[in-house]
């Protein structure tokens, strides 16, 4: 394991490295500390002379000056700790440097570790994303106008007038995968080593899915465990009785992970509720609630992930108080509606801005909103270069 903070030659180049991804890790003592845990000396090293897009072997010999077997097995372990995943396209292994969120923070907790501290990391993560005032990380995940991730509606509360698309349907998605995995969701797990546990009792093992080429690498690399279409649907089914909030990729084509999120350890729905509401793309869908039937019983408060509803005082005096929707914090998932007794819940379309169309289009938009684009298209440019000439 790290443990070598002192003196560290490569934490700072590490996290230029970092900061170049459209959600970087702001630099703090807790960072530091993190980082000095998952990377060795060594792979520090490597993963700052990574570019900022997949390089093959022969690049990273090019930029690192190592020799090709000793980076090569390097490399290999790396990827079995989740900070690189590596690919096979076209008969070559390319390899990437995973981001910090979402990366190599989650996959620390996405298996079972003997090689980490984890109780000691999970209070550093736990500290570094929940214990600065500023919010630095909470701004740099959540503040952007174009979100990292995006929330999916129940479908069988979506109106029968409304046609909904492949890219909103959970199920949909996971069908056109074709190839899926199943693992340990890294909010709960890493809950359980701060010694507290999910209020809805969520599983912590079995509950998130990743999907194509990401479940592939997570399969193989022991992160995530194979599952068939019907096996990942009966997961949706689960999460669904939980009242749990699906997130994926702020993206229509191949999202690569659905999870199944509760506010009191999902920490994307964490960053909603401490101040950053817009910072997981809504639904095309809202809560709208019939007020001559509600209650107010608050059933749809409790079953809320992200707090978005309130009681207020009945207007019609037939009873005292009756809820109310937080139009800016709803994400229109329709996890309360089943909660409710009286059926006063329904979902209703709703006006959003358009999904990116492809992961490269919304890591796009991302760099270009924090003016971060240009270290992007140049090495682009770069890669195709070399690699027309047979130089990668």
């Known amino acids: 394991m790290g443990h070598h903070l002192d003196g560290k030659s490569s934490i700072v180049p590490l996290i230029d490295r970092l900061n170049k ?3 970087g890790l702001p630099d703090s003592d807790k960072l530091r500390q993190i980082l000095a845990i998952l990377f060795t000396e060594d792979e520090a090293f490597i993963a700052s002379r990574f570019p900022l897009t997949e390089a ?59 090689d980490l501290p984890v109780a000691e990391l999970a209070q550093l993560m736990h500290e570094y994303l929940y214990g600065d005032p500023e919010q630095k990380m909470g701004r740099e995940f959540f ?8 929330s999916l509606p129940y479908e069988e509360h979506i109106p029968v007038s409304s046609q909904i698309a492949t890219y909103e349907s959970a199920r949909e998605i996971i069908k056109n995968a074709k190839y899926g995995g199943i693992g340990m969701c890294y909010c709960r797990h890493k809950k359980e080593h701060l010694n507290d546990s999910c209020k809805k009792n969520a599983p912590t093992r079995e509950i998130c899915i990743s999907l194509g080429t990401a479940a592939k690498f997570m399969v193989r690399r022991g992160f995530a465990e194979y599952r068939t279409t019907e096996q990942l649907l009966a997961v949706l089914d689960k999460a669904r009785d939980l009242r749990l909030t699906h997130i994926t990729d702020n993206i229509r ?12 350890c999902c920490e994307l729905l964490g960053g909603l509720l401490q101040g950053f509401p817009m910072g997981v793309a809504k639904t095309n869908y809202t809560l709208q609630i019939d007020s001559e039937t509600c209650l107010g019983c608050g059933l749809c408060h409790k079953a809320c992930n992200v ?18 929707v937080l139009a800016d914090n709803c994400l229109g998932c329709g996890a309360c509606i089943s909660a409710c007794p009286s059926k006063s819940l329904s979902l209703i379309p709703a006006s959003r801005p358009p999904i990116p169309e492809k992961k490269k289009d919304l890591f796009k938009a991302i760099l270009k909103e924090k003016k971060r684009l240009t270290p992007f298209v140049v090495s682009g440019i770069k890669n195709k270069i070399r690699r027309k000439f047979g130089m990668g």
């Open 21 to 23: 991804y459209p959600v």
């Open 56 to 114: 093959t072997l022969k690049e990273l010999v090019r930029s690192t000056g190592w020799e090709s077997a000793r980076l090569q097995a390097k490399l290999d372990e790396m990827a079995d700790k989740g900070l690189v995943m590596d690919t096979k396209y076209g008969g070559k292994t390319f390899y990437l440097l995973m981001p910090g969120l979402i990366g190599f923070f989650e996959f620390s907790f996405m298996k079972q570790r003997n």
């Open 143 to 150: 503040a952007s106008k174009t979100p990292l991730t995006r």
């Open 253 to 264: 084509h191949k999202p690569s992970f659905i999870c199944n999120c509760c506010s009191c």
């Open 307 to 324: 707090a978005a509803l309130e009681t207020v005082a009945a207007e019609n005096g037939k009873r005292k108080k009756r809820m109310t």
